[in-house]
């Protein structure tokens, strides 16, 4: 239930209250808790059960000392977009992140590689704008 919630709904824009109200519907086996929507919540495995995101997010950083622009103040969405980038990077699946500009797309990205263990992992960044084309990308 917990793929097909991001798989079917998460490209989802006008429907997102009718696709979670269904599917909160349909989940006979582990029920989900009363309020909220369908994408608010993530599935503990280990318990079956339903619990919310903001349940998950890390403590904000107060001592945080970089610049301004790279500060990153955790949240239920950034925590749940992290998530779904580790699981596709686990299993080694690609993963297309899409959104308007200026959602964060970037720095969430960035924010997740810079928790990474640099032994392994390897990063790069290629900048694009409207006016990149496939002749400028190769």
């Avoid at 339903?50 to 103040?73: E, I, M």
């Avoid at 997740?112 to 400028?136: G, M, Q, R």
């Amino acid at each position: 239930m917990f793929a097909v919630i991001w798989a079917c709904g998460g490209p989802i824009l006008d429907a997102k209250v009718s696709f979670s109200n269904s599917i909160k519907a349909s989940s006979t086996r582990v029920k989900f808790p009363e309020g909220g929507q369908a994408f608010d919540y993530y599935f503990k495995p280990t318990l079956l059960d339903w619990d919310l995101w903001t349940n998950k997010v890390k403590a904000y950083d107060t001592s945080y000392d970089g610049l301004f622009a790279n500060l990153v103040v955790p949240t239920a969405e950034t925590t749940r977009q992290k998530f779904l980038i580790e699981v596709h990077r686990a299993t080694k699946r690609g993963m297309l992140f899409i959104g308007n500009a200026g959602t964060g797309k970037t720095v969430i990205l960035k924010d997740y590689f810079s928790e990474c263990n640099l032994d392994n992992t390897v990063t790069a960044t290629l900048n694009f704008n409207n006016f990149t084309d496939s002749k400028a990308l190769q």
